[in-house]
């Protein structure tokens, strides 16, 4: 499972890297934004149904549909492209959608799969080696976009930031060819998946009727235990903010205001993913249940991460944009992990898809709202995307705030249930 989802990882990374790269470079801007927010507009309706596919089919057999639907998706324009020359934003677009929802299928699919097969005293460590693995291969993406994208200058590129020599001249490649790399890396976690062998330890029961009332269920189980809908929501909130940044402000922000290329961009994705991993390792270590909940672990991680867009705001340092990122990756992750914990804890696996899949739902609107604010001409002229940065840290001010408030009940919650 890990070996397939690294290699998988590490193509689409790189495309998705270069997807919102290809728009900025080309001065579409706007486009790609209305584009993001329709993308993720339609994301509000197929969330939820990916969640009840999630419950009641075999995640193995998900995993499987997944790959070679993409791997067929990436052939066909990739294959247009070499045959014409150059890709139409329509049909880059149209990759773009197809990886969301890719995304939002693949994630609840992985983290269900992953529950359903593991023991539950290892939960915690589950989750941090599935944050690992998965920036591991955001690092190589990030490598591999920086290379890509940009080429080499006079034998070097540029590797977290600084020169690394490679002893040759390399063209930046065309967004056909990317696309053609990560079709074959599908066909790759395909042929893994395939071989995989496993006993679940959580039995599922089979489920009947519509999609609606089998989501419904999902619906029931959180408003039954309202504490645990409060926390998932509210707690979901640097995710937000970290995927409007990274797919849709930070190349703006990066051409616009640091007056960069496109290997900072790729940079500064691997520096978030560098911190990440640091997550991935630490996390447990930082905050220790012993001491610190999972609910004010995340709390403190959510006003971390509003002075963070803060501090973007008001710099123009490249190095310091490489730092904020850097702790970025750490907070996100880290708030990631431990509200992955906290869910496997008091969600059934039956349950879990379709839960994750209404928690979605509340992320998908507010990224709908973000995006298109920042579509806006106003936040495309000069260097006004540094507004947005701050608008992001006020909302993350809030969230942190609404946590606060219902703390104690679910901190309550928490000893009762375990």
Same mark, same amino acid.
């Given at each position: 499972m890990f070996l397939a989802n690294s290699i998988s990882g590490v193509a689409q990374g790189i495309s998705m890297i270069a997807i919102p790269w290809y728009f900025t470079r080309s001065g579409d801007t706007s486009l790609f934004g209305y584009l993001y927010a329709v993308i993720t507009l339609v994301s509000l309706f197929w969330g939820p149904f990916s969640g009840t596919l999630v419950d009641k089919y075999d995640r193995k057999k998900i995993f499987l549909a997944l790959n070679f639907f993409m791997a067929i998706v990436l052939f066909s324009v990739s294959i247009y492209g070499f045959s014409k020359g150059e890709v139409p934003w329509e049909l880059v677009g149209f990759v773009y959608l197809a990886t969301f929802m890719n995304y939002n299928l693949h994630y609840p699919n992985l983290y269900a799969f992953a529950q359903e097969i593991t023991e539950k005293r290892f939960y915690g460590k589950i989750t941090s080696y599935l944050e690992i693995q998965g920036q591991v291969a955001s690092v190589l993406a990030g490598a591999g976009a920086a290379l890509l994208l940009e080429g080499t200058k006079d034998g070097t590129f540029s590797f977290f930031g600084f020169p690394l020599e490679v002893g040759q001249d390399i063209a930046p490649w065309g967004i056909h060819q990317i696309f053609l790399i990560d079709g074959i890396t599908y066909v790759l976690s395909f042929i893994i998946i395939f071989l995989i062998q496993y006993r679940a330890l959580i039995p599922r029961a089979e489920e009947s009727g519509a999609v609606f009332e089998r989501l419904k269920v999902g619906y029931d189980f959180l408003m039954n235990h309202k504490s645990i809908l409060i926390f998932g929501i509210a707690s979901y909130s640097i995710f937000v903010t970290v995927l409007v940044a990274s797919f849709y402000t930070n190349p703006i922000y990066v051409e616009k205001h640091l007056l960069a290329s496109g290997d900072v961009y790729a940079s500064s994705e691997m520096y978030y993913s560098l911190g990440a991993i640091l997550a991935g390792v630490a996390i447990h270590y930082i905050f220790r &249940? @012993?001491? $610190? =909940?999972? %609910?004010?672990?995340?709390?403190?991680?959510?006003?971390? %991460?509003? *002075?963070? #867009?803060?501090?973007?705001?008001?710099?123009?340092?490249? +190095?310091?944009? /490489?730092?904020?990122?850097?702790?970025?990756?750490? %907070?996100?992750?880290? =708030?990631? $992990?431990?509200?992955?914990? /906290?869910?496997?804890? @008091?969600?059934?696996?039956? /349950?879990?898809?379709? *839960?994750?899949?209404? #928690?979605?739902?509340?992320?998908?609107?507010?990224?709908?709202? +973000? !995006?298109?604010?920042? *579509?806006?001409? #106003?936040?495309? &002229?000069?260097?006004? $995307? $540094?507004?947005?940065?701050?608008?992001?840290?006020?909302?993350? !001010?809030?969230?942190?705030?609404?946590?606060?408030?219902?703390? =104690?009940?679910? @901190?309550?919650?928490n000893e009762i249930n375990e």
């Open positions: &249940e @012993k001491y $610190i =909940s999972i %609910t004010m672990s995340i709390i403190i991680m959510t006003f971390m %991460t509003g *002075a963070l #867009f803060f501090v973007l705001n008001f710099t123009q340092s490249i +190095f310091l944009f /490489y730092g904020m990122l850097l702790i970025l990756g750490l %907070t996100n992750a880290g =708030s990631r $992990i431990q509200r992955v914990t /906290y869910l496997f804890r @008091k969600v059934p696996n039956q /349950y879990y898809g379709r *839960a994750g899949s209404i #928690f979605f739902v509340t992320n998908i609107l507010f990224r709908v709202f +973000f !995006v298109t604010l920042f *579509a806006i001409p #106003f936040f495309q &002229e000069k260097n006004n $995307i $540094i507004h947005s940065m701050g608008i992001m840290g006020v909302f993350l !001010v809030l969230s942190g705030i609404v946590l606060s408030i219902f703390y =104690s009940r679910i @901190k309550m919650s």
